[in-house]
């Protein structure tokens, strides 16, 4: 049954094409509320992944994590003490040439013909 199961879309009618076999739908539960043969096979699931068959009170049993795999974080990369500086001189020469260029329009005699 384990080979079969392909996901969580279609998983409440797999289980109800074979006979003897329940679905039941836990919500969102945390891993300590758990016994701990369940805690055991889902830690070495991944999400979307179906647990290897385990005996319990209520029989076999098979869980499948319906859960979200966590985004993967991406690396910022930080930039070197150079770089810094270089942003900050080119952010100083830009201020200053704004200023230059203001200065000219404040002074400057425009004659049309």
Same mark, same amino acid.
């Given at each position: 049954?384990? #080979?079969?199961? /392909? &996901?969580?879309?279609?998983?409440?009618?797999?289980?109800?094409?074979?006979? /003897?076999?329940?679905?039941?739908?836990?919500?969102?539960?945390?891993?300590?509320?758990?016994?701990?043969?369940?805690?055991?096979?889902?830690?070495?699931?991944?999400?979307?992944?179906?647990?290897? %068959?385990?005996? #319990?009170?209520? &029989?076999? !049993?098979?869980?499948?994590?319906?859960?979200?795999?966590?985004?993967?974080?991406?690396?910022?990369?930080? %930039?070197?003490?150079?770089?810094?500086?270089?942003?900050?001189?080119?952010?100083?020469? !830009?201020?200053?040439?704004?200023?230059?260029?203001?200065?000219?329009?404040? !002074?400057?005699?425009? !004659?049309?013909?």
């Amino acid at each position: 049954m384990r #080979s079969h199961i /392909g &996901g969580c879309d279609k998983l409440q009618q797999l289980v109800a094409k074979m006979p /003897g076999s329940v679905y039941m739908n836990l919500g969102t539960m945390n891993l300590k509320q758990l016994s701990a043969e369940m805690q055991t096979a889902l830690a070495k699931t991944q999400p979307g992944e179906p647990t290897d %068959p385990f005996t #319990s009170a209520a &029989g076999i !049993e098979i869980i499948v994590r319906c859960d979200k795999p966590v985004p993967k974080m991406s690396v910022i990369a930080i %930039p070197t003490k150079d770089q810094v500086e270089q942003q900050l001189y080119e952010a100083q020469i !830009e201020v200053q040439a704004r200023r230059y260029l203001r200065d000219l329009r404040r !002074e400057a005699d425009v !004659e049309t013909r």
